[in-house]
């Protein structure tokens, strides 16, 4: 609800019980991008993406998106570019994902 910081503490009581929750990780992420934690939000969405199932048809493609977001913010635009193409590959018909791109 806009309260980035009492969420991480949810999603960190989370993790706490079950420690390789990708998407306890993934929108823990988010959190820390809107705080402007972009080197620990990309950290979250790598622990993300290491905890993703092996079945393509259920894994969520917001990872790359979060990971190229904070590359974004960090000004890094090549790994950036990287992982939007990555996130528009899983899913081409995300507009979310195409906006960021642009």
Do not use: W
């Not at 309260?3 to 503490?9: G, R, S, W």
């Not at 988010?30 to 290491?50: T, V």
């Not at 979060?66 to 081409?92: F, V």
């Amino acid at each position: 609800m806009g309260n980035h910081q009492l969420a991480i503490t949810d999603f960190n009581q989370s993790l706490e019980v079950d420690p390789e929750l990708s998407e306890g990780f993934y929108r823990r992420g988010f959190s820390k991008l809107y705080l402007k934690q972009y080197h620990e939000a990309i950290q979250d969405f790598m622990l993300a993406a290491r905890y993703e199932p092996a079945d393509e048809d259920k894994r969520n493609h917001g990872i790359p998106d979060g990971l190229a977001c904070g590359h974004h913010a960090l000004t890094e635009m090549d790994k950036a570019l990287e992982y939007y193409n990555d996130a528009i590959k899983g899913d081409p018909h995300n507009c979310e994902f195409l906006m960021h791109r642009a």
